[in-house]
């Protein structure tokens, strides 16, 4: 079967870099996506790795192991704002659509 | 109007009520979706559409009843709803449905099955 896992939660402060993790398990893999929901909020893509390494898009980073099955999501300079829920997310056995882990509540403090 | 557009945002029906979800995307894509999410299952995949041809039913109730009559709209039919059918009902649409295209999610409907 197929299946992600992320920590449920996570705290940080202001201005502090923080890691959020993600492990998958799936017979074909096509690439690992990240996506960001605020409370009562549409989710919306952050990122997408297929290939391994880090990919950089201004505070936030997105880094791909395959041979690892694993991924994280680093967020850099918090703030405020960036107090949400991330989800990773990889396609389904069929390929037709993104599956998602349970999410990442990530609260910012001041 | 650009994006992901769904109606109504908020919903109460009964078990025994029949009511639609309706989901606009004005942004071309060929590929659209629901979602349910619940703090049980969070984003739960339900069906996928493709050029309006469904490809995937995700093991989903026949109580729910999708309809995509173009490439634009998407339906979402419900009929004799159980409570713990309560959730968010998020519609997505992409350009297409490759692994590294991204998902464009409207705001959902918020079900309350009474």
């Known amino acids: 079967g197929q299946s992600l896992e992320q920590p449920s939660e996570v705290t940080a402060v202001e201005g502090a870099i923080v890691q959020i993790n993600c492990t998958y398990q799936?017979?074909?893999?096509?690439?690992l996506s990240w996506y960001q929901q605020h409370d009562g909020g549409a989710p919306t893509f952050l990122s997408y790795?297929?290939?391994?390494g880090l990919e950089e898009t201004g505070r936030f980073s997105s880094f791909l192991s395959r041979s690892d099955s694993y991924g994280y999501l680093l967020l850099q300079e918090l703030q405020m704002k960036d107090s949400a829920s991330y989800f990773c997310?990889?396609?389904?056995?069929?390929?037709?659509?993104?599956?998602f882990g349970k999410g990442t509540t990530l609260s910012v403090s001041s | 109007e650009t994006g992901v557009t769904q109606t109504p945002r908020h919903l109460v029906m009964g078990m025994t009520n029949k009511k639609s979800l309706k989901c606009e995307q004005h942004?071309?894509?060929?590929?659209m979706y629901w979602y349910k999410q619940s703090a049980k299952k969070p984003l739960e995949l339900m069906f996928v559409?493709?050029?309006?041809?469904?490809?995937e039913n995700n093991s989903v109730p026949s109580r729910f009843s999708p309809e995509c009559p173009n490439s634009s709209h998407l339906f979402l039919h419900l009929h004799t709803l159980q409570p713990e059918d309560s959730a968010l009902y998020l519609c997505?649409?992409?350009?297409?449905?490759?692994?590294?295209?991204?998902?464009?999610f409207g705001n959902g409907t918020r079900l309350t099955v009474t």
């Open positions: 942004l071309g894509h060929n590929a």
């Open positions: 997505a649409s992409s350009q297409d449905r490759r692994g590294g295209s991204p998902l464009h």
């Open positions: 559409y493709s050029l309006e041809e469904r490809v």
């Open positions: 997310a990889v396609l389904n056995q069929a390929g037709t659509a993104l599956i």
């Open positions: 790795n297929a290939l391994d």
């Open positions: 799936t017979s074909g893999f096509y690439g």
